[in-house]
């Protein structure tokens, strides 16, 4: 398991194929899920010009760590690795890289879909949008 929260603008192809070039699991994984969330220049019907995320340091990565384990509870897993983003971020810049390998792809889908889920709905991130005219918080419940 590895969890990374950073300020500074990542490329997830790139932190994908380090952390795989890196794990000694050479043949043993079958299946490895991706998801990668990318900051929109819309949302709610308006234009977005950038966003700032806010967290708290140490409680987000443990809460982050806490979900992982939950999903290593329910699915066979080989590794995890969650890249989020926080700070000021623009349009077309990554926010979060999930990635899971396991030996089998019913199980590396699972636990991605699980653990992108839970993060968005109850992680310790409070996403506020700047828009054409202001500045707004966005809600948990919210598509953004």
């Not at 899920?33 to 977005?48: I, L």
């Not at 967290?55 to 509870?73: D, F, N, S």
Request: charged share 25%.
């Amino acid at each position: 398991m590895a969890v990374s929260i950073t300020e500074k603008p990542f490329n997830p192809w790139d932190e994908l194929q380090t952390r795989q070039d890196n794990l000694s699991m050479a043949g043993q994984y079958g299946a490895t899920a991706v998801f990668v969330g990318t900051m929109r220049d819309f949302n709610e019907g308006d234009k977005v010009k950038a966003m700032t995320l806010e967290h708290y340091p140490g409680m987000t990565e443990k809460y982050l760590e806490k979900i992982i384990l939950q999903a290593e509870r329910q699915w066979e897993l080989m590794h995890t690795l969650v890249i989020h983003r926080v700070g000021h971020i623009l349009p077309d810049e990554s926010i979060v890289l999930v990635a899971v390998w396991a030996a089998h792809r019913a199980n590396a889908f699972d636990a991605s879909r699980y653990i992108m889920e839970e993060l968005k709905s109850h992680a310790p991130f409070w996403k506020k949008e700047t828009l054409e005219d202001g500045d707004r918080w966005v809600g948990k419940g919210s598509e953004g």
